[in-house]
């Protein structure tokens, strides 16, 4: 069984650089951090996905 692979390039890993096999592959990964390219797509929510739980609740 062979080790890790570099996420960006597949090569071994360099316990230097662990995830990664370089700096270069390591600089390559937070470009995509800082510029967005690794995004969580979000769903806006709509009237009905809000949270109403409290909506109903009297204070008197």
Same mark, same amino acid.
């Given at each position: ?10 090569? *071994?890993?360099?316990? %230097? ?8 592959? &390591?600089?390559? =990964? ?10 969580? *797509?979000?769903?806006? %929510? ?8 409290? &909506?109903?609740? =009297?204070?008197?």
């Amino acid at each position: 069984m062979t080790g890790p692979a570099c996420p960006i390039c597949g090569k *071994p890993v360099d316990p %230097a650089f662990r995830p990664f096999c370089s700096r270069r592959c &390591a600089d390559v =990964d937070l470009n995509r951090w800082l510029s967005g390219g690794y995004a969580i *797509p979000a769903a806006e %929510a709509g009237e009905d996905d809000e949270d109403t739980s409290l &909506a109903g609740d =009297d204070e008197s």
